[in-house]
């Protein structure tokens, strides 16, 4: 039987950083915490093989190439179109992960080509193409685009029924975003509203997208200089991942950071120092040195001790 431990604390035992004492704490079949993320991992690696399920892991580790050499291996191995379009679906996400934006396009639109062949135009996997789509145009700061994409995913969920709220929910948050991007403040106070307002109707005791919405409130707000009402969601947002997620959690850390940047905001350096730190901390721990995610929260802890 194996045996797993969580990581109390990690401190560093001589000046140059090469050794380090790691101390840990044996688990047991009633935390909770581990609980909630063995289910987590398992509805976030569903896969329809288990070679797909390995594809997803890769991805949410952070190994990008290895996941792309995957799915290109189990499309040129696949002759069945329903498992190609997911094949190539997964393999934009991956690209999309790697900001390789341009063929992130590519593999969902081949994506999309083969499931307008195979599936029926309301079928719900089209607002999920949609949507990526909009996403890889958001991120390459096209925003015009990424909303046609949204509302085309908009339009297939609102003719499905309300037994699929959560993913409304997550359309209404990417245009949110979207309008936050080009400054529309009050559009995207809306629309995160509405997503957030979906999430409230939902079982909210194990809800993590309620943190995601509280956390895209929290941007908005910020940007709008309405600093306290900023971190009260940012702070809501740290209170529900603190009971669901592992303390060494990605998603964790991306809120310190983002709580951190509003005490900057504010002129609070010191308490800024220290959310930047925690979520720098947390990266270090969780993903590895070239991570994306990482270099923002390294830069922002960087500019506040520059403030000091």
Request: proline fraction near 3%; aromatic fraction near 12%; include cysteine.
């Given at each position: 039987m194996h045996t797993v431990f969580r990581i109390d604390s990690v401190i560093s035992i001589n000046d140059d950083n090469r050794l380090w004492q790691v101390d840990l704490i044996q688990?047991?079949?009633n935390d909770s915490?581990?609980?909630?993320l063995t289910q987590r991992i398992r509805n976030e690696i569903q896969g329809t093989t288990g070679w797909d399920k390995l594809g997803k892991l890769l991805i949410k580790i952070g190994q990008f190439d290895k996941a792309n050499e995957l799915y290109e291996f189990l499309l040129?191995?696949?002759y069945n179109d329903r498992e190609k379009t997911h094949f190539y679906h997964q393999l934009g996400w991956s690209k999309k992960s790697q900001r390789?934006?341009?063929?992130a396009i590519i593999c969902y639109e081949k994506s999309l080509e083969i499931k307008q062949k195979v599936m029926p135009p309301n079928h719900s996997s089209f607002a999920v193409s949609f949507?990526?789509?909009?996403?890889?145009?958001?991120?390459?700061?096209?925003?015009?685009k990424?909303?046609?994409?949204?509302e085309k995913g908009l339009a297939i969920q609102y003719e499905m029924p309300s037994s699929n709220n959560s993913g409304l929910a997550y359309t209404y948050s990417n245009i949110g975003t979207v309008y936050e991007k080009m400054n529309d403040y009050s559009k995207a106070l809306s629309f995160h509203e509405k997503a957030l307002e979906i999430r409230q109707n939902e079982d909210s005791s194990n809800n993590l997208t309620l943190a995601f919405s509280y956390n895209h409130i929290g941007s908005v707000y910020e940007k709008m200089n309405d600093y306290s009402e900023a971190l009260s969601s940012h702070k809501k947002a740290l209170e529900i991942q603190q009971k669901i997620i592992p303390p060494n959690h990605p998603d964790l850390a991306q809120t310190y950071s983002n709580i951190g940047f509003v005490y900057g905001k504010m002129g609070q350096y010191?308490?800024?120092?220290q959310f930047h730190q925690q979520a720098v901390d947390i990266g270090k721990r969780s993903l590895p040195a070239n991570h994306p995610r990482l270099q923002p929260w390294l830069k922002n802890l960087e500019y506040i001790k520059r403030k000091i």
């Amino acid at each position: 039987m194996h045996t797993v431990f969580r990581i109390d604390s990690v401190i560093s035992i001589n000046d140059d950083n090469r050794l380090w004492q790691v101390d840990l704490i044996q688990t047991n079949d009633n935390d909770s915490q581990l609980n909630n993320l063995t289910q987590r991992i398992r509805n976030e690696i569903q896969g329809t093989t288990g070679w797909d399920k390995l594809g997803k892991l890769l991805i949410k580790i952070g190994q990008f190439d290895k996941a792309n050499e995957l799915y290109e291996f189990l499309l040129d191995q696949s002759y069945n179109d329903r498992e190609k379009t997911h094949f190539y679906h997964q393999l934009g996400w991956s690209k999309k992960s790697q900001r390789k934006y341009e063929e992130a396009i590519i593999c969902y639109e081949k994506s999309l080509e083969i499931k307008q062949k195979v599936m029926p135009p309301n079928h719900s996997s089209f607002a999920v193409s949609f949507n990526e789509i909009g996403s890889v145009y958001e991120k390459m700061n096209k925003y015009t685009k990424a909303l046609l994409y949204y509302e085309k995913g908009l339009a297939i969920q609102y003719e499905m029924p309300s037994s699929n709220n959560s993913g409304l929910a997550y359309t209404y948050s990417n245009i949110g975003t979207v309008y936050e991007k080009m400054n529309d403040y009050s559009k995207a106070l809306s629309f995160h509203e509405k997503a957030l307002e979906i999430r409230q109707n939902e079982d909210s005791s194990n809800n993590l997208t309620l943190a995601f919405s509280y956390n895209h409130i929290g941007s908005v707000y910020e940007k709008m200089n309405d600093y306290s009402e900023a971190l009260s969601s940012h702070k809501k947002a740290l209170e529900i991942q603190q009971k669901i997620i592992p303390p060494n959690h990605p998603d964790l850390a991306q809120t310190y950071s983002n709580i951190g940047f509003v005490y900057g905001k504010m002129g609070q350096y010191s308490k800024a120092l220290q959310f930047h730190q925690q979520a720098v901390d947390i990266g270090k721990r969780s993903l590895p040195a070239n991570h994306p995610r990482l270099q923002p929260w390294l830069k922002n802890l960087e500019y506040i001790k520059r403030k000091i």
